[in-house]
């Protein structure tokens, strides 16, 4: 109501589950006025596959990356995020390499959120991925495939409007 109302040019709601499947359900009850924060895709690939070194585990089930970014029909609505005020603070912070997680968001579709403390941590590498990101003309609903994933590396392209950028995480390809 409040975003038909007021006209809102972009809306991002937190809706705080690991479930893909709620996560599109809240976007939907909005009438798909709203994206959401990618829980899904926060829990599966970055929390559980990335922050124990399990580069598998960094793609979905279709070959492409976890949660609402990686679906063809939700990665419009997802904002991609690493840790926030809130997960930040308490036992669902990331708990691994920064850098490799921001590559992972910078590099897939949805509308990705840099938090401050990356930021300020990582900024030069932050800096060059935006850059990276901005030259091929990655947006939120961009082709992504993964090549291949294992327990050492993990590859995806991405395709944007004038070229294509690829995330290489890990090592051993």
């Known amino acids: 109501t ?18 893909y499947n709620e996560v599109k359900g809240w976007i939907n009850s909005t009438g798909n006025t709203s994206m959401a924060f990618d829980f899904p895709m926060k829990y599966a690939a970055l929390n559980n596959a990335l ?24 990665k419009r609505y ?8 809130d997960t930040f603070r308490d036992h669902n ?19 990705p959120c840099v938090f401050w403390p ?30 291949g994933t294992c327990g050492s590396y993990y590859k995806c392209t991405t395709t944007g409007t004038s070229g294509s950028l690829i995330c290489f995480i890990g090592s051993g390809w």
């Not at 007021?6 to 705080?16: K, L, N, Q, R, T």
């Not at 912070?93 to 509308?111: E, H, Q, V």
């Open 2 to 19: 409040y975003n038909n109302a007021a006209g809102a040019y972009m809306s991002v709601g937190e809706y705080w589950s690991g479930d």
């Open 51 to 74: 922050a124990g070194n399990n580069y598998a585990g960094l793609a979905g089930g279709y070959g492409v990356p976890h949660g609402l970014c990686g679906a063809d029909e939700m």
């Open 78 to 85: 997802a904002a991609t995020f690493v840790d926030n005020h």
């Open 93 to 111: 912070k990331f708990g691994g390499d920064w850098t490799k997680a921001n590559a992972y968001i910078l590099s897939a579709p949805g509308i």
């Open 118 to 147: 990356h930021w300020k941590e990582c900024k030069n590498d932050i800096k060059a991925m935006i850059a990276a990101r901005k030259k091929v003309g990655i947006h939120s609903q961009s082709k992504c495939t993964t090549e």
